[in-house]
């Protein structure tokens, strides 16, 4: 289609997609240049993390030992005991305090692999 109009040859192309839930595109599977469409919307941590344990942690499409910034987000304001929402307003002087909550609780951005 129009998307691919144009554009050069390459071996592997790459979406890198944020959206919440991720749903895989099928059409990019159908091409036949080798497109990998990867998540990369998520928090990633280690096997026995007890933060993130139980079932939760295989929901809504993200591989296991992953969350979603905003059910992070939610489980932050809880432990803090916040009255605020994770969707709300967001409050750029609070952004590296609590993102050295999360890294302080064994997350980091997803690892993504680029081979294919």
């Known amino acids: 289609g129009k998307a ?19 749903i895989p595109i099928a059409a990019a599977t159908k091409r036949q240049e080798n497109i990998k469409h990867i998540q990369i919307g998520v928090l990633q941590t280690h096997a026995n ?17 992953c969350i979603y910034p905003c059910h992070f987000g939610c489980l932050m304001n809880m432990m803090e005991g916040r ?3 994770e969707t709300g ?10 993102w050295n909550k999360a890294i302080s609780h064994g997350f980091h951005n997803k690892i993504i692999n680029y081979t294919c």
């Open 4 to 22: 691919f109009a144009g554009s050069g040859s390459c071996e592997t192309r790459f979406i890198l997609d944020y959206t919440v839930p991720f």
């Open 49 to 65: 993390n007890s933060f993130l344990r139980g079932p939760f942690d295989v929901c809504m499409a993200h591989d296991q030992n």
């Open 83 to 85: 009255e605020t929402n």
């Open 89 to 98: 307003a967001v409050n750029p002087n609070d952004m590296d305090r609590l």
